[in-house]
Each structure stands twice: as C-alpha cells, then as structure tokens.
C-alpha cells in the first residue's frame, strides 16, 4: 500500500504565505515525478507544479515567481512554498506522485483559502 499525505494548508490573508508538504510511504521502490495539483470550485484540476527526481521543474503561468516546489528524495517528501497568495489561489491542493512501476496516487487534498 502507498500513501501520500498532505499538511500545510489552511487559511491566510491575501499576501500572504503557506507551506504545503506531501510525504509518501508504504512499499515505494522509487519515485518519478511528483507535483501539485489544485481543483477551485466548478473547475477543472490543474498542475500548480511538478518537479522530477533529477530536480527539474515546472510551474503554471499563474504562480511563476509565487510558489516554488522542492522536494527530499531521502524522505520522499515533496514540498510547495507559496508566497504573495492571492484570492484566486483558493482551492483544494492535492499531490501527486508518479511511482515507477506502481503507476501514479494522489494525496486526499488540503484546503487552501486566501482572503481578500
């Protein structure tokens, strides 16, 4: 069995900053890549940021400059730092991670909500 479980979320003021971190566990050989997800209220779940295990990342339009995605191998940890939140960032965040030869899981999600 693999989990992946989130915490960070919560509620901050507009300009303001979260931490989100996901840690995966049970019988992982390795894993690809991992990123974050986010589903608003009536939209579609879309890629806030990804990162693979060499490192490399990317972001969506909206949060380059604003969030940065990290991760620790040695803990299969993956983390989301987000600054200078606007209320357009609400939604439920949720992780992913692509397990080699497992195929790809999801965290349960975490709720962020920025207020104006």
């Known amino acids: 069995q693999v989990q992946l479980v989130e915490s960070g979320g919560g509620l901050v003021q507009a300009g303001g900053s979260l931490r989100l971190s996901c840690a995966a566990s049970g019988s992982i050989f390795s894993i690809n890549t991992m990123g974050w997800f986010r589903q608003a209220p009536g939209k579609q779940r879309e890629l806030v940021a990804g990162?693979?295990?060499?490192?490399?990342?990317n972001y969506a339009d909206s949060v380059k400059g604003r969030f940065t995605i990290s991760r620790d191998n040695t803990k299969n940890t993956v983390y989301l730092e987000m600054n200078n939140l606007k209320p357009e960032d609400t939604a439920v965040y949720y992780c992913?991670?692509?397990?080699?030869?497992?195929?790809?899981?999801w965290g349960q999600g975490t709720q962020v909500t920025v207020s104006s």
């Open positions: 992913h991670a692509d397990l080699t030869s497992m195929g790809g899981y």
């Open positions: 990162i693979t295990s060499g490192g490399n990342t």
